[in-house]
């Protein structure tokens, strides 16, 4: 009876003092300091988020564990008054020591298995999108084929003020419509870059001769932040683009002016004067080592 009322009377300022600490969170704490508007932005940041959060609840809770058990060891054995050298010193505690190599384990297995799970449902890819997007990085620029539409749109590197800060009228917009299956299909044109929206939470590589695949819904109308990932040069801080997520009709509006303009069919690689420059120099330059 004793004991019950001991646990009670533990267990009830631990559950008050957990339901505090979760109901005081802020929406950022709540989605992991991950960045705004990142919780709900596409079918796959959700389960990203869930992941993440749900990663760091386990690790404190381990790190709990680990403080508890420090604290413990060092007040139980510590040297008592009256005694002259060493504490006592225990050579093995069974218990102890399986709950090191077990649970570990178990923490592994289960980051990984989570981790393949989720990851396995960002990288699978749709039979039948119905958008799809053809996206090139050029040194330090980004250019979209509009597969489905047939339309094109050729950036240029972005331009800065007086501050430093980028001009909006040269920043680069990727246009998608809300609500569709999409496929994004990831090219280069020179070195390795790579494609980033933030608040997706998830990027990839475009590598030389090699076509990458990035399928998700965007669930969320809005602008989100995109850049590349990847050091690839000079100006890489400056191949910065805008995700603009609009309703249907607004698509359809872009994509009319993109053809109003003449930029109709698909832009590959013959169009890029970078990779003249980049294969022509170094040609250049073995001719002159020669």
Not at 61 to 74: D, E
Not at 165 to 181: C, G, H, I, N, Y
């Amino acid at each position: 009876m004793r004991s019950n009322r001991v646990n009670k009377w533990v267990a009830a300022p631990v559950a008050i003092g957990a339901a505090l600490l979760l109901a005081g969170c802020t929406p950022e704490q709540q989605r992991g300091f991950l960045p705004e508007g990142s919780t709900n932005a596409t079918n796959h940041t959700e389960g990203i988020t869930a992941l993440w959060v749900n990663s760091w609840i386990v690790l404190l809770g381990v790190g709990v564990i680990t403080w508890g058990l420090i604290i413990w060891a060092t007040i139980a054995y510590r040297r008592r008054k009256g005694q002259t050298g060493l504490p006592v010193q225990l050579r093995y505690n069974m218990p102890i020591e399986t709950f090191f190599t077990v649970v570990p384990v178990i923490l592994v297995l289960g980051f990984f298995a989570f981790t393949a799970q989720e990851q396995a449902k960002i990288e699978a890819r749709y039979d039948n999108p119905e958008n799809v997007v053809e996206v090139y990085g050029k040194r330090w620029a980004w250019d979209f084929n509009y597969i489905t539409d047939d339309v094109h749109f050729q950036g240029v590197q972005v331009k800065t003020d007086e501050k430093g800060s980028a001009l909006p009228e040269t920043m680069p917009v990727l246009m998608l419509p809300v609500d569709k299956t999409t496929e994004i299909r990831l090219e280069t044109r020179d070195v390795i870059h790579s494609f980033w929206v933030v608040e997706y939470l998830y990027k990839k590589d475009m590598i030389p001769g090699q076509t990458n695949y990035m399928s998700f819904t965007p669930t969320e109308t809005g602008t989100f932040m995109g850049k590349c990932a990847e050091l690839c040069g000079q100006d890489h801080s400056m191949m910065l683009f805008e995700l603009q997520v609009v309703e249907q009709a607004e698509y359809d509006a872009y994509v009319a002016s993109l053809r109003a303009e003449g930029n109709t069919g698909r832009i590959g690689d013959e169009a890029n004067a970078n990779i003249e420059s980049f294969y022509g120099d170094k040609a250049q330059a073995q001719n002159e080592k020669k």
